[in-house]
């Protein structure tokens, strides 16, 4: 049973239109994140769905209930925004309570949720502080413990932890998942920050000027990208322009020849995606019958830490990166201007 | 290591005044010339003229000399002791005070709704609407009242000719056409100072309490009005300030029979020449406007927290 | 299960949000707006009576205004107290700002008090207090000031000055830091640190703060009352001489063409720059 449906929904602002025909089924308890470049769309989508903004049209449902003409105020939806909007007048136990009275709870339950909610977001010690009192990390769990308390059909969060030092941003998304799968919540996370939507989502919907792109798990949306930009979009890939060249080969507009055993690739494939950690490098000529390879010139090794990314020129002049783990022992370092040889694995070319 | 730096500044800069306490005198003494130019004007313009006024109200008054003699407090005797000087004041308290409360019951709203229209145009064309009549004073507008409200002003030949009453109404020269003439005075600027204030508090905060649940009007008062109090507060104190100090209105508007503090000045000073009495005037209605301003931003400041 | 959830119902009065702020900001600008648009009508009606409705509508109560010196007259010492007083204003009340928003000092409070005092003391007893000052300056130098231009220019400076302090101060909080950069460079080089740092800062506001120091000393009644004198009168002045006397078409012709006159400088100005951002 899916818990939030989607239909064809489109915002027009006069004749721009800001998010067109996206369609979406959201099962009860699943996180689904929204990725996708700036202005593409995901915080109007996402108000649309709060009842903030009016459709132009589609329908959303939540259940069985049709809330597309809802106010926002009967759509029982939690929404945590980008600058919190805690209440600056009202303690933390006070801004959390709000959800509750506005259901009428009554004194004694409301209190005892909001002393296990606070506690659950392990900020029961500073309940009576305002919010200008706490800091960053602090309020971004106040605005959670806010959303969630009255247990919302839907959890609505637009870039949460934007506002969070990179450290606290993974400490607070773990916190995230836990929390809400601990509580079965339906959640949709908006960012831009495909680490983060890769760690936490069930499912990502990743969007591009107003329309859905694809909607996967990591997984698929990283290995199996159904679109040139989605491939572009989630994680770092080497993109060669070009055209087939006959069964299995793939011929780039710079000249370079690649093999691939993709079964599934489009015939009219005019783009060729390898991701870099696919790419293997050798020193000396290529193994003889080796089909998926190309002759290159190391050209820049940048140290990353775990990875090292080596920047290869194929003689036509082609660049190519290739990521190779720091932890396989006994490889020699390569240096700009050695002669290589990249190969990848038969299956690694992605076609578009 | 920084304790002695502490303890050997003087020492090592061998006398000399430390750097940052230079840097510091000289913000201090360029601040003196910074303030130097308002503080003169607002020391010869208003802070002699009214310690010379407090003198003045403590005077004798002698119809034959216009030197200021003696020291006594008959002329305050005299407001406190006639019942018609006291009524007068209070008139001018009501008057205030109703004209207050309408302009927030009615800016409000208005402060509310031009800061959440959407359309820039429209926005702009409401703001100049409230901006605009400011601009045209007092003495304008009323002028279009008396124009409207006159025995055979606009309002009443529209309902004779329209059949709905035979004598004309009394409109002009009563309590209530001053309290209609004060509001339209006052208005703008009590919709001028709350928009701002609604504008800066921004939409956030209200639909994150409607997702929450809270309808439009829970909202606003649980939310927004809170937020704006420190806004709403000064716009009601301009209202009242400026209410209690009307000149104009109550003059034109209200008419002889309808008597107000800030005219009683006036007319004791320019018409009887009574310059200590004008003096005691002029001071009550001061003395009370700012007692019943700082009383009432205290108690807001106890409720509110710093404003 | 969803029942239990949502929220309490739509109540009736839930519907009656806008409507009630729509028709509050309705009433409001009837309040406001009404006055004028009545004096604007009445302007152009032909009987000198006033009558609803009007036999037919005419110009020539322009023409009479326009052959009445004192109104011409009103009108332009206004306009130049208007000026003067806003200079003046400025030239006292933009450094005054900046001191005030450099934030906390000893003292700030007072300072800030009574530069806004002339917004607090009522005008009338601010007016009356400030001729009997000027009188007895006369009486002691010999020199007249009261009754004349300048002694005008004095109380209308006052009108202004509290309204540059306070537009120019709220401007500058808010950008502290910024703040703090302007006022330090200040002291090592004052007019280029000006120009480059504080200048762009509080532009805003001292449009703003000119803006209605302007509209402050031009509409001031009370503050002007006692004195004005013959030959240097203000317009809001000859105006409520005039309608103690009578009201006609004449008055109305008057405050059109002043409602006129300001209305276009004011829709000029907002080319510029945009009024609403000042608000
Ligand atoms: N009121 C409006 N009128 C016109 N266009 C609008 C309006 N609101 C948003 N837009 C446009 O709609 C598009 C989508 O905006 P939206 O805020 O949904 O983007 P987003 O995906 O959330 O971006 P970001 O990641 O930067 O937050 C943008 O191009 C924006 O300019
Ligand atoms: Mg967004």
Known sequence: MSNILIRDLIKRHGALVTVDRVSLEIGQGEFIAFLGPSGCGKTTTLRMIAGLTPASAGSIHFGTREVTHLPPYLRDAGLVFQGYALFPHMSVAENVAFGLQMRKVDREEARRRVDEVLSLVKLAHLAGRLPKELSGGQQQRVALARAIVYKPEVLLLDEPLSALDAQLRTEVRTELKRLQSALGLTTIFVTHDQDEALSVADRIVVMSAGRVEQVGTPREIYQRPATRFVAEFIGRTNLFPGGLDGPGRFRSESGERFAFGNADAPSNASALAIRPEHVSLQRGAPAPGGACTLEATVEDVIYRGALTEVVVRTASGARLAAHLHNADSGRDDLRPGDPVVASWPADAPMLF | ?307 | MAGTRSPSPRSLSDGSFRPVMVGGCVAAFVMVLSPLVAIVWISFFENKIISFPPTGYTLDWYRAAAAMPQFRDGFVTSLKLGVVATLVSLIAGVPAALVLARGRFPGREAIQSLLLAPLIVPGIVAGAALYMFLIEVELASGVQVAMTFWGLALAHSLIALPWTVRLVTASLVGLDPQLKEAALTMGARPLTAFRLVTWPLIRPGVVAGALFAFIASFVDLEKSLFLVGPGVTTLPIVIVNYLEWSIDPTIAAVATVQIAVISAGLVLTDRYFKLARAF
Request: with cysteine; hydrophobic share 55%.
């Open chain 2, 1 to 307: 290591m920084s304790a002695l730096a502490l303890t050997g500044e003087d020492s090592l800069t061998g006398g000399l005044p430390a750097p940052g306490a230079t840097d510091r005198r000289r913000r201090r003494s360029s601040a003196g010339w910074l303030l130097f130019p308002s503080l003169t004007l607002v020391l010869a313009g208003l802070v002699l003229p009214l310690a010379l006024m407090a003198r003045t109200s403590v005077a004798h008054f002698d119809a034959a000399s216009p030197d200021l003699v003696g020291f006594t407090l008959e002329n305050y005797a005299r407001f406190f002791g006639e019942p018609f000087y006291l009524m007068i004041l209070a008139r001018t308290l009501v008057v205030a005070l109703s004209c207050t409360a309408i302009c927030l019951v009615l800016g409000v709203p208005a402060a509310f709704v031009i800061s959440r229209v959407e359309s820039r145009a429209l926005k702009t064309v409401l703001i100049l609407a409230t901006i605009i009549p400011l601009l045209m004073g007092n003495a304008v507008r009323a002028a279009g009242w008396m124009v409207l409200l006159a025995d055979k002003g606009l309002i009443n030949s529209a309902l004779l000719s329209a059949g709905l009453i035979a004598e004309p109404v009394r409109i002009l020269y009563t309590g209530s056409a001053v309290v209609i003439g004060l509001i339209a005075v006052l208005l703008p600027f009590m919709v001028i100072s709350l928009e701002s204030v609604f504008e800066n508090i921004g939409t956030a905060y209200e639909e994150a309490a409607q997702t929450m649940g809270a309808p439009p009007w829970t909202a606003f008062f649980r939310v927004t009005l809170p937020l704006a109090m420190p806004g709403i507060f000064s716009g009601c104190l301009l209202c009242f300030v400026l209410a209690m100090n009307a000149y104009a209105t109550p003059v034109l508007i209200g008419g002889p029979s309808f008597q107000m503090m800030a005219p009683k000045v006036f007319e004791q000073a320019i018409k009887v020449y009574n310059w200590p009495f004008a003096a005691t005037i002029a001071l009550v209605l001061m003395a009370v406007t700012l007692v019943l301003s700082v009383a009432s931003s205290l108690a807001l400041q106890k409720r509110y927290g710093v404003l």
